[in-house]
């Protein structure tokens, strides 16, 4: 047990919180409400995902939310332009998987940090959106794009089988196979990653890409619940993504990760998110929920690193223990 809570340090105070809530409100352990708590996890968990693997690169993407609004919007006007459900779909991967390519090349080849150009992308797409739509709201009336949100395969909400295959897939990648523990090597050390012969640019493209394509599945997960795609839609989804995966104990400064802390992250947030909503707590706090969340996250991890320093031993050099002798 004691093993189990330092692998997923998270798992204490989720209990704690649902205990919390339990007792505070009437509803919170209705099958309804518990049901609504996991499709919202499993939503938020699914970016959460990519997102593991970029920060456990050491790197980090702020145009997930933008991606999220132009896959979304690209997805319905395909819809209202009469194009077919499937190929609606592959356009709004397509489109998160293109704006990740050009994240990815931008940063690899023209050598611009993660934060600048993940942040001049995020300006761009965002832009781009507001001006298709010209802000006006792509509805759409899709039973299919519905599907992803409504349907329920074997009595199961669809965004929960989503998030378990692609949690399963994750761990297994980043656990079980070379891409894996090549982009931990990368997060663990660049410069060594790429003398010990690493591929190091490609992983960190593909890497990117996988972030677009689940800014861009998130995107349509967002416009198959409200059946609609707008320029607004994802703004502040990135610090979600981040968080989530800070919370779960993957490092910040890259070279570990966790798909199973990044799950319950996603289910923390959106415990806490729900609990706010049955306690009539006004949306803005849950904003500052989120924002006070990442801090303690990031002060914990800036707590483990000096505890790690402080255990250890302090090793004299040779050549001053023979100048001492």
Known sequence: MTNTIKKVPLLVPLVLVMAILAVSTDTFLSTGNLENVLVAAAILAIPGIAMTFCLAMGEFDLSIGSTVSLAGVACCSALIAGQPLAFSLVVALGVGALIGLANGVVITKLGVTPFIATLATMVIVRGASLAYTDGHDQIVSSPGLKYLVAGRPLGVPMPIVLAVV????????????????????????????????????????????????????????????????????????????????????????????????????????????????LLNTPPAYQRISVGLLLIAALALLALRRREKRGTKPNRVPARVQESAA
């Open 166 to 277: 692609l949690a399963a897939l994750g761990w297994w990648t980043i656990n079980r196979t070379r891409f894996g523990r090549w982009v931990c090597a990368i997060g663990s050390n660049r410069e060594a990653a790429r003398m010990s012969g690493l591929p190091v640019d490609r992983i960190r493209i593909a890497v990117y890409v996988l972030v677009g394509l689940s800014g861009g599945l998130w995107g349509l997960l967002i416009s198959s619940q409200l059946q609609k795609g707008n320029g607004q839609l994802g703004l502040g989804f990135e610090l979600d993504a981040i968080t989530v995966v800070v919370l779960g104990g993957t490092a910040l400064l890259g070279g570990r990760a966790s798909i199973v802390g990044t799950v319950l992250g996603a289910l923390m947030i959106e415990t806490i998110r729900n609990g706010l909503n």
